[in-house]
């Protein structure tokens, strides 16, 4: 079975900062895709960022980008420029092939970022 | 956009009552959702797995009877908790992934449920 870890349960960034989450997962597949979500105090779980294993680049979305290590099974985040707005839960995700399958997810990491 | 609608947002209900709750794809076709809980501070945990006119696929330690989940279109699913205790109290999420394309999924906002 997958697993997915969040080593850092809390972290903080001031504000326009750089700050990294790391993320590490275990898996045989060779085919799968990751995602960082992020979940601010309403709740609502937003997509951050995506990246498909079989791509080599690493996937960016503005401020956002990631580190994604295949060999090493490590797909960190880092938020450039960091926001106020960027405080939340941000959660690391696997997902396998095959069209039921669920998301896996680590147990999160809280991002303050502190003005 | 992908839009996930939950109903309601809260709910708070007598201890043995039921209580159910919709998840709606707005603006797209979902032939599978799924249905997490999560706890103050903590991770989501999926519940169980459903797709379109078929039973659900409930994970190990959750209770089919006391969660029951019914997935009667391509854009609803509900979620009821049967006679619901102090311990049901927590926050229901739905998911769903649009046909054809699983590896996008969009999330619900998901229902605060508090049972008195």
């Known amino acids: 079975a997958q697993t997915v870890t969040q080593s850092q349960p809390e972290m903080s960034v001031q504000e326009a900062e750089t700050v990294t989450l790391s993320c590490t997962y275990d898996?045989?597949?060779?085919?799968?895709?990751l995602f960082w979500y992020k979940q601010p105090p309403s709740r609502q779980m937003i997509l951050v960022i995506r990246?498909?294993?079989?791509?080599?680049q690493n996937a960016t979305e503005n401020r956002f980008s990631v580190n994604f290590q295949k060999a090493a099974k490590s797909f960190s985040l880092k938020i450039s420029d960091s926001q106020l707005g960027d405080t939340a839960m941000y959660f690391c995700?696997?997902?396998?092939?095959?069209?039921?399958?669920?998301?896996?997810f680590g147990k999160g990491t809280r991002l303050s970022v502190i003005a | 956009g992908a839009v996930v609608s939950q109903h309601p947002s809260w709910v708070i209900c007598k201890s043995g009552t039921s209580v159910k709750i919709e998840c709606r794809s707005l603006?797209?076709?979902?032939?599978?959702m799924f249905w997490y809980r999560q706890f103050p501070k903590q991770s989501l945990m999926l519940m169980a797995t459903?797709?379109?006119?078929?039973?659900?696929?409930?994970e190990q330690g959750v209770e089919k009877d006391k969660f029951l989940i019914n997935h009667a279109s391509l854009t609803l699913s509900t979620l009821t908790v049967t006679s619901a205790h102090p311990e049901d109290s927590s926050f229901y999420i739905c998911?769903?992934?649009?046909?054809?394309?699983?590896?996008?999924?969009?999330f619900g906002p998901g229902t605060r449920l508090t049972v008195l």
């Open positions: 998911s769903a992934r649009r046909s054809g394309l699983y590896n996008e999924q969009f």
């Open positions: 898996t045989s597949e060779n085919n799968y895709y």
């Open positions: 990246q498909e294993a079989y791509k080599q």
């Open positions: 995700a696997f997902l396998g092939s095959g069209g039921n399958t669920p998301l896996v």
């Open positions: 603006d797209f076709q979902a032939t599978t």
């Open positions: 459903s797709n379109e006119g078929s039973k659900a696929t409930y």
